[in-house]
C-alpha cells in the first residue's frame, strides 16, 4: 500500500515563495503528481516526476528524491489565486495494461495573504 | 483545450435508490477512472478501466458499483442501491495512451444520499 505525509494547513505572504513537502511510503512508485484544487472543484494537474530532480512549469517547481521518498512543490510570485488545496499523489506501477491508479495524500491547504 | 464533462453536476437522491453518474472522457484517452472525495477527505481510488473491461479497484468498490462504457464517448459509474456513506463528490478521470500519462479531472458530480 501507500502512505503519503504532507502538512495540513500552510500560509505565505502574496509575491512571496512557498515550497510544500510530501513524503511517501510506498510498496510500488510509477511517478508522483501535484495537483491543485479549489473548494469544491477538481484536481487540476500541476506537475508529474518520475525521475529524481526538479521539474520546472513557469511559477511551479516540483521536485524527486526516489531514495527519500520525498518531493516538494514550490510555488513562486505567489498570487491571491493560488489560495487552494495542494494534493500530492503517488502512482503505482505494474497494473498490467497500464491505468495505474493514484493514491492521494489529504493535501495542503495554502492561504495566501496580502 | 480537451477536457473530460460530467453528469449531473449535483444528484440528490434516496437510501436505496440506484444512480447513475455520466462522464465523457477526452476523445484520444484509453484509460477510464472513477474517484471519490468525501467532504473533508482525501480523493479516494474507485476504480480504473481500459479496453471494455475493470483493469484495477479498490475495496470500496464492492458489488453495489459498477462501470460501463455503453458507447464510444461515455463512461458511467451505477451504484445501484445508495447508501448514506455514499455522500460524496465524485471525479472522473481519463489518460492517455500508454497509462502512465497524466490523469485528467472532470468537474465531478455531488451526490447527496438522503
Known amino acids: 500500500g501507500q502512505n503519503i505525509d504532507q502538512p495540513t494547513e500552510m500560509t505565505a505572504t502574496e509575491g512571496a515563495i512557498v515550497q510544500i513537502n510530501c513524503t511517501y511510503q510506498?510498496?510500488?512508485?510509477?511517478?508522483l503528481f501535484w495537483y491543485q484544487q479549489h473548494a469544491g472543484e477538481a484536481p487540476t494537474f500541476l506537475s508529474y516526476?518520475?525521475?529524481?530532480g526538479l521539474e520546472e512549469k513557469g511559477r511551479f517547481s516540483s521536485f524527486l528524491s526516489r531514495s527519500k521518498g520525498y518531493s516538494y512543490l514550490l510555488l513562486k510570485e505567489l498570487q491571491m489565486k493560488d489560495s487552494a488545496s495542494y494534493l500530492c499523489?503517488?502512482?503505482?506501477?505494474?497494473?498490467?495494461?497500464?491505468?495505474?491508479?493514484?493514491?492521494f495524500g489529504t493535501g495542503t491547504q495554502l492561504k495566501v495573504e496580502l | 483545450e480537451p477536457e473530460v464533462t460530467q453528469t449531473p453536476s449535483h444528484q440528490v437522491t434516496q437510501m436505496g435508490q440506484e444512480v447513475i453518474l455520466r462522464c465523457v472522457p477526452i476523445?484520444?484517452?484509453?484509460?477510464f477512472y472513477w474517484y471519490r472525495q468525501i467532504l473533508g477527505q482525501k480523493v479516494e481510488f474507485l476504480v480504473s478501466?481500459?479496453?471494455?473491461?475493470?483493469?484495477?479497484k479498490s475495496e470500496i468498490f464492492d458489488d453495489q458499483f459498477s462501470v460501463e462504457r455503453p458507447d464510444g464517448s461515455n463512461f458511467t459509474l451505477k451504484i445501484r442501491s445508495t447508501k448514506l456513506e455514499d455522500s460524496a463528490m465524485y471525479f472522473c478521470?481519463?489518460?492517455?495512451?500508454?497509462?502512465?500519462?497524466?490523469?485528467?479531472f472532470g468537474p465531478g458530480t455531488r451526490l447527496t444520499v438522503l
Open positions: 478521470a481519463s489518460s492517455g495512451g500508454l497509462g502512465t500519462d497524466t490523469q485528467y
Open positions: 510506498t510498496s510500488g512508485f510509477n511517478g
Open positions: 516526476n518520475v525521475l529524481d
Open positions: 499523489a503517488v502512482r503505482d506501477e505494474g497494473v498490467t495494461g497500464g491505468g495505474n491508479k493514484l493514491t
Open positions: 476523445s484520444n484517452h484509453l484509460y
Open positions: 478501466f481500459y479496453n471494455n473491461e475493470i483493469s484495477e
